[in-house]
């Protein structure tokens, strides 16, 4: 019986644990800046500050005056120097195996040029001689022209191994000559189902693929990693994630051909997080998959692993509006003609969606356009009128553009609304690529985080990773102010759905919690849960908005085991 006691620093308790309230109501959980309070799930207060909290064993034992009482009998104490100790950080929809994955190829992220691109795949090129195909992620889509990339470019650099490159949206795959021909994609192949081989006006492909129903016919033949080489990137990327203060993740796509890996990890002790893991429920074939979800949720649970689980299906129900393929209401403003790219016909939806709920999944559906919000809605709409109430909380995850008329329906049919803060800003890919594409006025309903949270909506907060960074400060002080790093523009972009740092707080902690059924087990500070925490070197509710994002790490806990040290105090 380890008892451990974290003192000397701002803990921001759950504040029923300090006055008594309780803990199974609904609770003020913050507000959209300038608006009225949001009702979110118990555990979603605002943080009440104390001094102390102890732990014993990996569980909250005391907070506060209590907790200072035990520090005589503790066998480590921890001394917090003044800093900020609140529950961990937790994300509600990110992919950490292909995060860590991208470890693995050309490093392209930070490319500024389409010519970098390809000086450092030519150069990785060089440098591994022996492997068969290049594979790397994420580049840059405003690089090119509308985001289309030639495959006669990689060819200058590569021009005998395939070479396949994805798009820092994972929607979208720039390959070479190699690997077209590897694939089986010429003039004469035909447009895919839910995809889009962009052509040459010869109707030759010209080296971008658009969405899963293209990507697929390049990732199918290319061979992947060894199983070891991926549970290295899996722990890497778990270790990763805790060194930004997470403690659990939504996988929001774990491929059924990857099921080894997370199963060899976590039985070897490998995961530095927990990982709820979500299987892709596919049009046209999800029927025939229904019995390998439920055998692939059974051999989770055989491993016996507290911190791995597979509790969801995912759902793609559009693509994204870069490249035309989300799903809208009405035209693109830059397309007359096009109104994108849903995946799935309405009734073979509310089939799937009904399917899985009977078999106690919880749906996690992306949903970027405002015509694919509608058709998740409905679908879960006719989940309920055919199953019946349950407690599904199903999520919506990105929430783009959602039509006003739509915005009441969250609350009303329970849906969680998870978004990815980092995306709420105007940056090189708003204002190049987004806004031309939405027009006025669906380029000012963009992510509503405020509108929904006025509305009592569960809310919670992801990163997406790698689409954009892991971190969960760079998100927060987004959230916050709905600006760039350089605090553009003065006021924050839509200022409207800007909410206040108590709001941001919650929607990454007790709101991922909500979402996980999990807000009686972790995302709060108070006894009884489990000591997931988080060390700041400052409170974010005290410092100015705009330093909100200079904020670092000093340590994280899972379950009282110290999972990340940043000239953190040793413990006595």
Partial sequence: MVLTVFHGGVVAADPRTLTGTDLTGTALAGTAQGGAGALAPAGALAPADATALAVRDGVIEAVGAEAEALLDQADH?????????????????????????????????????VEEIVAAVAAFAEENPDQEWIIGASYDATLAPGGLFDAAWLDAAV???????????YHTLWVNSAALRAAGIDAGTPEPDRGRIVRREDGSPLGTLQEYGALELVERVAPGYSLGRRVAAL??????????????????????????VYLETARHGRLNTRLNLAFLAEPGRWQENLDTFVAARESVRAVGSELLSANTIKFFA?????????????????????????????????????????????????????G??????????????????????????????????????????????????????????????????????????????????????????????PVTCHEPVPGLATAVTRQTPDHLPVGGWLPAERVDVDAALAAYTAGVAYQAFAENRWGALRPGLSADLVLLSHDPREVAQEEIQDIQVKGTWLAGRRTHTALLPAAR
Wanted: hydrophobic share 40%; proline share 7%; with cysteine.
């Fill in 235 to 260: 722990e890497g990327a778990t270790w990763k994630l805790a060194a930004s203060g997470i403690s659990w993740v939504q996988d929001a796509w774990a491929s059924l051909e990857h099921l080894d």
């Fill in 77 to 113: 104490v921890v001394d917090l120097e003044g800093a900020y100790l609140g529950p961990a950080f937790a994300d509600g929809h990110a992919h950490p195996l292909l995060g860590g994955m991208e470890d693995l190829g050309p490093q392209i992220r930070s490319c500024g040029s």
């Fill in 159 to 169: 021009p005998d191994r395939p070479v396949v490159l994805k798009a820092w949206d």
């Fill in 318 to 370: 559009d693509g994204i509006i870069e490249s035309h393929t989300a799903c809208m209401l009405s035209p693109y403003t830059d397309a007359p003609e096009d109104k994108g790219l849903p995946n799935w016909s309405q009734d073979e939806l509310n089939d799937a969606l009904a399917a899985v709920d009977r078999l106690g999944f919880q749906a996690h559906i992306h949903a970027i356009g405002d």
């Fill in 372 to 465: 694919a919000i509608r058709m998740a809605l409905d679908g879960i709409e006719e989940t309920s009128r055919r199953n019946g109430p349950r407690d599904r909380r199903p999520v919506l995850a990105h929430l783009q553009v959602v039509d006003p008329e739509d915005i009441p329906r969250f609350a009303e049919l329970g849906v969680v609304a998870n978004f990815e803060p980092l995306w709420a800003r105007e940056d090189d890919v708003m204002n190049l690529l987004t806004v031309p594409r939405l027009g006025s006025p669906r380029s000012e309903r963009q992510y509503p985080i405020g509108s929904l949270m006025e509305r009592g909506v569960a809310v919670s907060f992801g990163s997406d990773w």
